[in-house]
């Protein structure tokens, strides 16, 4: 009894200890996602998400991480059926699976913070676009060295009963991609629809 106790607490050590996050940061374009994000239990295929890409979706953040700002599961207390934090992780196709970049949503206030300074951070303060919203913040920065645009628009949301919350999406994507990622070059690219929807700030 004794052994059986011992090996199942030692199977539980081994697990959690080589259980580690997804750092989306170190992802690189055009080569395969990992295995693991394939692996996540909740994973779907989704042919229509953000942009019309291909992604892969899961709202279990807890295996993913940004650089040093880390991810929960997360849903906001009292919130509307979209309150809680997902991800998107775009790829060329559902064969090859070659990575274009991601979209995550976050609900979690700490985390958004912590999302956007250490975008701002690495990146600089990025360029001010229009969100719409008296408090809302829309932010571009297109990163040449290394061929990403990174797009983020950060609001106040109202819960159920209506506390506050901040409500950020994040998008980094390959430069050049296109809208469903359509190869026709009439189709807006991300940035081109995301500066369509926001238009820079005077």
Same mark, same amino acid.
């Given at each position: ?46 042919? /229509? ?13 807890? /295996? ?5 700002? #880390?991810? #929960?599961?997360? /849903?906001?207390? /009292? ?32 985390? #958004? ?32 060295? #290394? ?16 506390? $506050? ?29 995301? $500066?369509?929807?926001?238009? $820079?700030?005077?």
């Amino acid at each position: 009894m004794k052994k059986t106790f011992f090996l199942l607490t030692l199977s539980l050590l081994i697990i959690s200890c080589t259980t580690t996050s997804i750092d989306l940061e170190t992802l690189k374009f055009d080569k395969p996602i990992p295995e693991e994000i394939k692996g996540i239990k909740d994973i779907q295929k989704d042919d /229509n998400g953000a942009y019309g890409l291909l992604s892969y979706k899961t709202e279990s953040l807890q /295996n993913f991480k940004f650089g040093d700002v #880390s991810f #929960s599961k997360y /849903n906001v207390p /009292n919130g509307y059926d979209d309150a809680y934090n997902e991800i998107y992780v775009h790829v060329d196709n559902f064969n090859q699976n070659k990575y274009l970049g991601f979209t995550i949503s976050i609900t979690n206030d700490n985390e #958004s913070k912590a999302l956007l300074n250490y975008l701002k951070k690495k990146l600089g303060k990025g360029e001010e676009r229009v969100t719409g919203l008296k408090n809302g913040i829309a932010l571009v920065w297109e990163v040449k060295e #290394s061929n990403q645009w990174v797009l983020l628009v950060q609001n106040t949301a109202n819960a159920r009963d209506n506390k $506050k919350y901040l409500e950020t999406e994040l998008t980094i994507v390959k430069q050049g991609t296109r809208v469903q990622n359509s190869k026709d070059l009439k189709w807006l690219t991300i940035l081109e629809s995301f $500066k369509g929807t926001h238009s $820079k700030k005077i």
